[in-house]
């Protein structure tokens, strides 16, 4: 099972968790704070929540601000204390991006299941981010009953080749933002 959800409820959850699953193993996959609220920031703009202006203004000015601001300390020891640190694996996405593979055995001793089996696992990036390209593909990510790219019967490729035309690159995070939202 995998959700943010269940990280962004730790008031409540780990227990509930711990209650229904007492011999549950726990992965956290973190990750920079400041790329997570990024990245939140450009998929808000693809699906028009957030109107795409500068990250720097959205992180200074937006009412949905307080959505870029980020601590993982809270809801990690919550967790911790729940489960004990035994059984609960804390991993940086960064890692996961660097060493996918590296990572993927990590998991599985964790776990204590097959290192050689977890060897086949499709690690691709599946959502490469990055804001519309243009104001008609900011229509059509906005658009109210569109159908999600990765759900369109299309081969794979197709996606791919979609996505990067509707896609501009992920442009770099202006570093004044970066200062507002580092403590």
């Not at 193993?25 to 997570?36: A, G, N, S, W």
């Not at 919550?78 to 993927?104: H, I, T, W």
């Not at 770099?172 to 403590?183: G, M």
């Amino acid at each position: 099972e995998a959700s943010p959800g269940y990280f962004r409820f730790w008031g409540v959850v780990p227990n509930r968790i711990k209650r229904a699953v007492p011999d549950a193993r726990i992965i956290i996959l973190l990750r920079d704070p400041v790329e997570r609220a990024y990245s939140n920031y450009l998929m808000r703009c693809r699906v028009g929540i957030e109107r795409c202006r500068s990250f720097y203004d959205a992180v200074r000015n937006s009412p949905d601000a307080p959505l870029y601001r980020v601590t993982y300390t809270l809801p990690t020891r919550a967790y911790l204390e729940a489960f004990g640190e035994q059984n609960v694996l804390v991993l940086m996405f960064e890692s996961l991006k660097r060493n996918p593979y590296d990572l993927v055995v990590e998991v599985a001793s964790f776990l204590e299941i097959d290192q050689a089996a977890s060897m086949s696992i499709d690690v691709s990036v599946g959502n490469p981010g990055g804001g519309p390209r243009g104001a008609w593909a900011q229509k059509v990510f906005a658009a109210r009953h569109r159908l999600p790219v990765r759900q369109l019967p299309l081969p794979k490729s197709s996606k791919r080749l979609l996505l990067r035309l509707l896609l501009a690159p992920k442009p770099p995070i202006d570093p004044r933002a970066v200062d507002l939202l580092r403590p």
